[in-house]
């Protein structure tokens, strides 16, 4: 898979994070303990089977400190990996390599726990037609990393932000006094892309005679789901959204819905064990 951040300020990025490690007063321990002509060679590699992702970042650190750094990436970006396989090979300043180590590996990690989740999804609903979406379940500042590591691990990104598409919810409908009304307030306004977020099928038709082009299914069995994309009939997308299990979404994927959700990609994905050891050259 090719590395792309489209919007993604990297170099930022990895001055802010290399910033709160550092402060004004450097890696003291480094500095201390390290010769400074020292150099070390360094693998990193996993400790469990994982889908990669945020290796170029991870190099991008190194690099920030130790513009000479020789850096070997071993395997691409999606690759899924048995435990104990070398994803990066490195050699250069040993102060450099210990003091960006950390934020090195809290990316590669972070990243890889999030496209190993998603991988798991994808596989769990193999089959059933539909496709997987992540949400807007990120930590504030990583939504681009973190629909990247989706991606990464097979998944398709939703909306990247409230300004790509409007997605009336149950709160816009309380407001607006009904889904149609609302609905037709957004037409209104000359949004292209309307999602509607219904939890009851006598709301699909109100729903869809006032313009909306995406119905959001929330929190429906798949009784209920096969019941609703049945009235929708292909008129518009629909997607089944909230409370998406591993062990749930194959049932809620073969329902007949176009798209599932996951909020669970983002919010509740585990770091991957990755490690890196060094050794003084």
């Known amino acids: 898979m090719t590395f792309s951040l489209v919007g ?15 402060d004004e007063g450097g890696d003291v321990t480094s500095a201390a303990v390290i010769p400074a002509d020292a150099v070390f060679a360094g693998v990193m ?3 469990d089977p994982v889908t990669v992702a945020g290796l170029p970042i991870a190099a991008a650190f190194f690099r920030a400190l130790d513009p000479e750094v020789a850096i070997d990436i071993l395997v691409e970006e999606g690759a899924q990996v048995a435990g104990g396989t070398e994803l990066m090979r490195l050699r250069g300043r040993a102060r450099a390599m210990l003091t960006a180590e950390r934020a090195a590996l809290n990316s590669v990690q972070h990243l890889s726990g999030i496209a190993t989740l998603t991988r ?7 089959g059933t037609g539909a496709t997987l979406l992540d949400t807007r379940k990120t930590i504030p500042g990583l939504r681009v990393l973190e629909k990247y590591a989706t991606r990464t691990g097979g998944a398709t990104n939703h909306r990247m932000g409230l300004w790509d598409a409007a997605m009336i919810k149950d709160n816009h409908v309380a407001v607006a006094g009904d889904i149609a009304t609302a609905v037709r307030r957004a037409v209104a306004a000359g949004i292209a892309r309307i999602i509607v977020e ?6 699909i038709e109100p729903a869809l005679a006032a313009g909306a082009t995406h119905l959001l299914l929330d929190n429906m069995d798949p009784a209920m789901l096969r019941a ?3 009235r929708v009939n292909g008129r518009v997308p629909t997607e089944a959204s909230g409370g ?3 062990d749930t979404i194959h049932a809620i994927a073969s ?19 990755i490690g890196l050891d060094f050794a003084l050259l």
């Open 198 to 203: 219904v939890d009851r099928i006598d709301q």
């Open 45 to 47: 590699d996993s400790r």
């Open 8 to 22: 993604f300020d990297m170099d930022g990025f990895v001055r802010a994070t290399l910033a709160e490690d550092l």
């Open 228 to 230: 609703a994309v049945a």
């Open 255 to 273: 329902s007949g819905v176009d798209y599932v959700s996951v909020g669970r990609l983002t919010q509740s994905a585990p770091a991957a064990d």
């Open 120 to 126: 798991a999804y994808v596989d769990a609903m193999a």
């Open 244 to 246: 998406v299990r591993i």
